[in-house]
């Protein structure tokens, strides 16, 4: 089979060189003179002598679900930056990432935003709201709180704004605190429940006033939901909100931009209220045309659905095995083999796995364009190293 080095092959594409021709598979070293529209050019292919091979690229025409995994400091964080880089670049797509460890405030370089996370009480199902509190939602003041916002969204329904791009409006906290304390409940009953909703007041990300998740990123732009620092309870409640939101902005027809959301270390988020937001983008986000990327340094903590679903892998160096065994569940056979020993060693190094042409191969992702915040800290470059 010829040799197409001079072609972007395109993960995720069924014709993944971009000929119209079956898929070649990438191979040797030389220069790249052609680039897909809808590509995000991720990197290049590595040769067996460690020099660059063909360049490769990600299709951004269609939504996709994809998993970034590695241990730590092998580049997962970094990988997600390039891919949000290009996905900027990108007409008709937009890239939201959710930004737990503070590290991608080097985008607003290329046009992007940090945007303190802020998201609706509404947005929250009533459901959801005694276990975002830490309540059981059978016991007296978390089912005082899962009515008071029922009640409190079914009020504020008829006050829709006349934009159809908004969204209902939504009760403040104080506005539940104060249902709460009216409420016919035992005194007890009420404190507790107003004692929990006083904590969610002070992690300070729900706004009855915040703008509308649909307009995070619309004019393709990154928005970068900065949650360092940010409580893990409240942090989730962003993901589910932000997840949930552009879903739905889909739905509608609220969007004209497929959002990208890249969650780094996402298996934090698998584990609360986000979870089911999740899940949604994984199993039916393509659909409405919302994709979603989970970076983690730890797969065996995603559910398995997150690597089933995924038609884009990209694994740095993994060495913990039941971590190998998650990324196997891929059940791609063309993996088959130890696959541990087919994961590069290098930082920035990675298998990439194709489901579409169904092949995987070893790759060297691009460095950034603009500056990644990652950086581990190190002795020998503090102030006091002398
Ligand atoms: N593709 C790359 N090209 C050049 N340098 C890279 C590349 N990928 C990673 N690096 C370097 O490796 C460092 C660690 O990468 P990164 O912060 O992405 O690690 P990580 O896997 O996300 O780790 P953690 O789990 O600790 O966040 C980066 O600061 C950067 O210096």
């Not at 298998?351 to 790759?363: C, P, R």
């Amino acid at each position: 089979m010829p040799v197409r080095s001079d072609r972007v092959y395109v993960l995720g594409r069924d014709d993944a060189d971009g000929d119209g021709d079956e898929p070649t598979p990438p191979a040797g070293s030389g220069p790249a003179d052609s680039c897909p529209p809808h590509t995000a050019r991720i990197g290049s292919f590595l040769a067996r002598d460690g020099s660059a091979g063909a360049p490769l690229g990600v299709d951004l025409d269609r939504p996709h679900a994809g998993v970034v995994f590695g241990k730590r400091g092998t580049g997962k964080s970094y990988t997600l930056g390039v891919l949000a880089e290009e996905i900027a670049d990108a007409r008709g797509v937009a890239p939201i990432v959710v930004d737990p460890m503070g590290v991608f405030g080097g985008l607003t370089a290329a046009g992007g935003r940090v945007v303190e996370p802020a998201v609706r009480p509404a947005s929250i199902p009533p459901s959801a709201w005694p276990e975002l509190l830490g309540l059981d939602p059978a016991s007296g003041p978390g089912s005082l709180v899962w009515r008071v916002v029922a009640d409190a969204v079914e009020d504020g329904r008829g006050d829709a704004v006349d934009d159809p791009a908004d969204e209902p409006s939504s009760p403040s906290l104080a506005t539940l605190r104060e249902a709460v304390a009216a409420a016919d409940a035992p005194a007890a009953t009420r404190r507790a429940a107003a004692n929990h909703l006083r904590l969610a007041s002070s992690w300070g990300v729900f706004d009855a006033d915040s703008p509308p998740v649909s307009s995070l990123a619309a004019d393709g732009n990154p928005a970068v939901l900065d949650l360092a620092g940010v409580p893990d309870a409240a942090s989730a409640a962003v993901v589910r909100a932000v997840a949930r939101g552009l879903y739905d902005a889909r739905v509608a027809g609220d969007r004209s931009r497929l959002p990208w959301l890249l969650v780094d270390e996402a298996h934090a988020f698998f584990d609360g209220v986000a979870d089911p937001a999740l899940r949604t983008l994984l199993t039916r986000g393509r659909a409405p045309g919302v994709s979603l990327v989970c970076a983690t340094q730890r797969p065996a903590a995603l559910p398995s659905v997150a690597v089933s679903q995924s038609d884009l892998l990209v694994s740095h160096r993994l060495t913990a095995e039941r971590d190998v065994n998650r990324l196997a569940e891929a059940e791609a056979t063309y993996l088959g083999g130890d696959l541990s020993s087919r994961l590069p060693e290098g930082v920035g190094e990675a298998l990439v796995v194709d489901d579409a042409t169904e092949t995987a191969h070893t790759v060297r992702v691009r460095e950034r364009r603009t500056p990644h915040e990652g950086e581990s800290p190190r002795a020998s470059r503090s102030f006091d190293a002398t």
